[in-house]
């Protein structure tokens, strides 16, 4: 919690680091009456700004580029915030006052977030999965913050998150359940409370928060695992219940989050239930050990949760949430969090994937009436419109057969296109086949085939003894999961924890389409490892 940097921690003196050079953070000391030129500078240096925080910046008033918090008068700050307004005003951006603080007898700094919906989008978008044991609480939670009601205390909040009627009689999410949260250009919740459908969300939000409910039993853990892979979420919720502490799945999933190096803050729930220090304890311990190596930060008021969310902390800091879904209490501060919470890919990136040929990773697949089959996932990289031509595969034969994008679905609402790392569904016209999770849509001019083997560097996470060829476990690359033996190793002895060498698999049931360089998650009972691939061997395909 030392290393925690924060504008308006009152522990901390009244200097920042210096202004980085990079990212969507801009220290001004002021905006006073700026000369044309200057101020059409100032804009291009937010237009600047807002690229590289992916429609979103924070500029601090009243600090120098050394850090210092100077501060302004009350004259100076409000000429400084009418010059940043009208900055905003010229790029169709707004402008959030997110704080402000005295530094010294009538002098005061601010902290501004301003927001510009790319023109290509209608909002936003930041995925969070949410993750955590069974009883947690986690469907609760997100019931709570989408719906705007509070729970009864005998999961009523979390009705609304099951799709299957088992889930409804067990309490138990057994799949991904997609939910939305909105925020308006102010900073307002959008959610059920306030409008209708997800379509009104939708379309009165300049942030969309998509949580995925993901299942917290173990015998669902392939489900789990399949979205935490398939879906590329910005980030990790981990639910954690105040009462029974960190335990079992929880651990797992702790685990999981840190192999696979996605940004992770925690909620511990059920506070009303009695005080969680003991999981707070436990909690610290765990991410505090050789393992993680990451520094709790536990969030008490507004500017904490702030500048948790606001990309101010270093990566090994880990924002920690207690709150109650029956009383309400640490829910606001949430929200706050996922307010100012950044997208977590690079506007550059983004730009980048868009140009490359369309990969569509199905994670789902429906046959609707009327429409035909309909597939859910993730856009990896490409731009899909409607009427869009693809291939679809890999079948048994390893082949992929011509399809066409007939309509998108969004968050539940009609759209026209899909970008790279956006999740979407597409109905589809195509040839009667079998589809399946784990099939991609491509670009027709990639000729993509299918494989049942493939080689990657490895690391075993924990095995009890040594892993040899022949042994099998369950392995999960992007949307793929399937069975896979170890063919080869090129180690001797086998490798244990903690070793890295480079394997041989091959699938065992069908042809898989993947890729040099992603990464893969293998596992089978304790056992788990981590590891990217470094060649593929793809299956000669045989016309006729």
């Known amino acids: 919690m030392d290393s925690f940097l924060g504008l308006f921690d009152p522990g901390e003196e009244s200097q920042l680091p210096p202004e980085p050079q990079l990212g969507n953070v801009e220290y001004k000391l002021k905006l006073v009456n700026p ?8 804009v291009t240096q937010l237009k600047w700004r807002l690229r590289e925080g992916h429609g979103e910046a924070i500029y601090e008033i009243g600090v120098e580029d050394s850090g210092l918090l100077t501060g302004l008068s009350e004259e100076e700050m409000t000429d400084s915030l009418e010059t940043l307004e009208l900055m905003a005003r010229r790029l169709g951006a707004t402008t959030t006052i997110l704080r402000e603080r005295a530094v010294d007898p009538g002098r005061q700094v601010a902290e501004v977030l301003v927001r510009k919906v790319p023109d290509d989008q209608h909002n936003i978008e930041v995925r969070v999965a949410v993750m955590g044991s069974a009883d947690a609480g986690k469907s609760t939670l997100l019931g709570v913050l989408t719906q705007g009601q509070l729970d009864n205390g005998r999961g009523r909040a979390r009705l609304n998150m099951f799709r299957h009627l088992h889930e409804v009689q067990s309490g138990r999410t057994s799949s991904i359940s ?19 459908t997800a379509e009104e969300i939708c379309e009165n939000s300049t942030k969309l928060v998509t949580f995925m409910d993901l299942a917290g039993h173990r015998k669902y853990l392939r489900t789990t695992v399949q979205g935490l892979t398939g879906y590329s979420p910005h980030y990790v919720m981990l639910v954690v219940s105040g009462r029974a502490g960190v335990l079992g799945m929880t651990r797992e999933h702790l685990a999981l989050a840190i192999a696979l190096d996605v940004p992770l803050f925690v909620t511990i729930t059920k506070t009303d239930l009695g005080s ?5 304890n436990c909690l610290k311990t765990i991410l505090q050990s050789p393992g993680c190596r990451r520094v709790p930060f536990v969030v008490k008021n507004e500017d904490d949760a702030i500048t948790a969310g606001s990309n101010q902390l270093a990566d090994n800091i880990v924002p920690v949430f207690l709150v109650s879904s029956v009383n309400g209490e640490g829910l606001e501060l949430l929200t706050r969090f996922l307010h100012v919470l950044p997208p977590g890919i690079s506007h550059k990136e983004k730009e980048r994937l868009e140009q490359e040929p369309c990969e569509f990773q199905i994670d789902e697949c429906f046959r609707v009436p009327d429409i035909g089959p309909v597939v859910g996932g993730l856009l990896t990289k490409g731009t899909v419109n409607e009427g869009t031509k693809l291939v679809l595969g890999p079948l048994d034969s390893g082949e992929f057969v011509p399809v066409e ?8 609402a009609p759209c026209r296109t899909v970008r790279a790392s956006q999740s979407a569904s597409l109905g589809l016209d195509c040839a009667p086949v079998a589809l399946r999770a784990g099939m ?3 670009s027709t001019d990639q000729c993509p085939t299918g494989c049942l083997f493939f080689q990657a560097t490895v690391c075993v996470l924990f095995h009890s003894t040594a892993i040899h060829p022949g042994f099998q476990m369950t392995v999960h690359i992007g949307n793929v999961r399937q069975t896979a033996r170890i063919e080869g190793i090129m180690a001797t002895g086998g490798i244990q924890t903690n070793e890295k060498a480079s394997v041989l698999f091959r699938f065992l049931r069908h042809p898989e389409y993947v890729r040099v360089g992603m990464r893969l998650l293998f596992r089978e009972g304790t056992t788990k490892g981590i590891g990217k691939i470094t060649q593929v061997f793809p299956l000669e395909v045989h016309a006729g």
């Open 440 to 442: 991609v849509l491509i």
């Open 178 to 196: 997609h939910e939305i949260l909105g925020f308006n250009s102010q900073g307002e919740v959008m959610n059920y409370s306030e409008l209708v």
């Open 405 to 412: 994008v007939q309509s998108i679905h969004r968050n539940k």
């Open 276 to 280: 969680p220090q003991e999981t707070l």
């Open 35 to 42: 000369s044309k030129l200057r101020f059409e500078h100032l």
